[in-house]
């Protein structure tokens, strides 16, 4: 039993090693600017919030596209 138990806990921690989470699109109304690539995206009611792989925090309009706000931020 023991044995069993750690070949599926074994198998679980492998497969969510080796398994890359979704991609998830960015709204049609989003343009990114040049050169910048969105890790995380966020709806909100009238807004769009996108993290940048540079550390950036940026707020859409969620009508217009245009970027609102920009925060920087650090991990």
Not at 2 to 28: A, N, Q, Y
Not at 43 to 53: A, D, K, Q
């Amino acid at each position: 039993m023991i044995l069993g138990l750690l070949v599926i806990v074994s198998l679980l921690v492998i497969r969510f090693w080796t398994e890359k989470p979704p991609v998830m699109p960015l709204p049609d109304q989003i343009t990114l600017p040049e050169g910048k690539r969105a890790i995380s995206v966020t709806y909100g009611p009238g807004y769009f919030v996108v993290v940048t792989e540079d550390d950036r925090i940026l707020v859409f309009d969620a009508v217009s596209g245009d970027i609102t706000q920009t925060i920087p931020f650090k991990r």
